[in-house]
């Protein structure tokens, strides 16, 4: 075999198209099966098959009338090939006489087996390396004719039509192989950071505040409350976000744990305001909740809808300037009830508001600490409860965030419940 040819031949990229199909030493399959028996027929051929050919060797996919044992080895050494300068062609090779022929003319399967006459149709892939053939042979020389010809090219076309399938199969498992390797890499690390990580962080957090009530008073130990203040600050952040991360993969991994009871939405919402006003007070901003009279009954997770609140308020904190306002209001109507966090502050650009409940995905907030987990995780926790969760934003005029709870159908339901 020429340079050239072997080049071709041991292309890499054609190699992995190749291994990439799967078939190699695969079982026999009836749809190839079915094709070389057409092909067979219609050309009035007793030999056929679909080969593809390998660094090496040259391995049957499927045969007809290939003689024992070569039928039940299913492959022969590329020396005995005609298949192969169809591959490194790239094109048809229709060869009436094989004998003293200028390309095939040294095969010793045409002595050993009395192959007389050829014609090998190159299996193509979309990208253009040829993987191996549809051929038929003969034991007497013959002239193939022009539809003969054309039948087995349509007959070679289907045939890599096939291959092209099983390589997007193929294709499709390895990505799924991967993608549960990947769950199972994330779970072995969420499985560090809430234990090797998360203890070790509340040691750090439960020490720093034992020192802190144990110090004495004065001004001596300022520098060491001060320092002690810190440490604390950092271990209580670094908490919050250890949860936020366990949160964002139970969500995505479909876990979330959500244990929903009967509770009065419009108490929860004043509850979250007492709790959020000191918060909104230290900066500078009036917070206030409406809430329309009687009880709006809602099966929910009271603590995770507590959770979604405080992220939303706390964005609208983070967001609004000195002296601006934060509105919590609740109304119903259509079987379900609509929580809504509204502020003055700066709005969001309308480019961005697409990507707002993306996980990690934050908008430019220069000086403002966060992974950009809250959206995403509030968004999973409505979700999980059957809810909605959107966004409405005026840039210079503020940003109103709202989700919808599935109503319970009555006072009386609480109740019973």
């Excluded at 041991?10 to 190699?24: C, F, V």
């Excluded at 995770?304 to 983070?318: D, E, F, P, T």
């Amino acid at each position: 075999m020429s340079t050239s040819a072997l080049d071709v031949i041991q292309d890499s990229e054609r190699l992995a198209r190749l291994r990439a199909t799967a078939l190699l030493d695969a079982p026999t399959e009836q749809a190839f099966d079915r094709l070389t028996r057409l092909a067979s027929k219609l050309l009035e051929a007793p030999v056929s098959t679909v080969t593809l050919i390998d660094l090496d060797r040259q391995f049957y996919m499927s045969c007809v009338g290939v003689p024992e044992p070569l039928a039940s080895v299913r492959e022969t050494p590329l020396e005995m090939s005609f298949c192969k300068h169809t591959v490194v062609l790239g094109k048809p090779l229709v060869i009436s006489d094989t004998r003293g022929h200028p390309i095939v003319g040294e095969n010793p399967a045409i002595e050993g087996f009395g192959v007389r006459a050829y014609a090998g149709i190159p299996l193509l892939t979309s990208d253009g390396h040829a993987l191996g053939t549809l051929c038929v042979m003969d034991f007497v020389t013959r002239d193939w004719t022009e539809d003969q010809i054309a039948s087995l090219t349509d007959l070679a076309a289907a045939v890599s039509t096939e291959i092209e399938l099983r390589m997007d199969i193929a294709e499709r498992i390895r990505v799924e192989q991967a993608l549960h390797e990947a769950v199972r890499l994330r779970d072995e690390v969420l499985g560090i950071v809430s234990h090797d990580l998360r203890n070790p962080v509340h040691t750090v957090s439960l020490s720093s505040g034992y020192l802190l009530d144990i110090l004495p008073e004065g001004q001596q130990q300022d520098a060491v409350r001060k320092q002690l203040g810190i440490i604390r600050r950092a271990a209580t952040q670094m908490d919050r976000l250890i949860r936020d991360l366990l949160d964002v993969a139970s969500i995505a991994s479909g876990r979330l744990s959500v244990e929903r009871h009967p509770h009065d939405a419009a108490a929860l919402l004043r509850v979250a305001g007492e709790t959020l006003q000191p918060l909104a007070e230290e900066k500078g901003l009036h917070l206030e909740v409406r809430t329309p009279p009687g009880a709006y009954p809602i099966r929910m997770d009271v603590d995770r809808i507590h959770q979604v609140l405080s992220n939303l308020v706390g964005n609208a904190i983070k967001f609004t300037p000195e002296g601006g306002k934060i509105v919590l209001s609740l109304e119903a109507g259509d079987g379900e009830a609509r929580f809504a966090v509204a502020d003055t502050g700066a709005g969001i650009p309308a480019a961005q508001l697409p990507h707002i409940f993306e996980q990690f995905w934050q908008a430019s907030r220069a000086g403002r600490p966060g992974a950009g987990l809250g959206l995403a995780i509030a968004r999973g926790i409505v979700e999980a409860h059957g809810g909605r969760i959107g966004v409405e934003s005026t840039v210079g005029r503020g940003t109103m965030f709202s989700f919808t709870l599935p109503q319970q159908a009555n006072n009386k339901q609480i109740a019973n419940q």
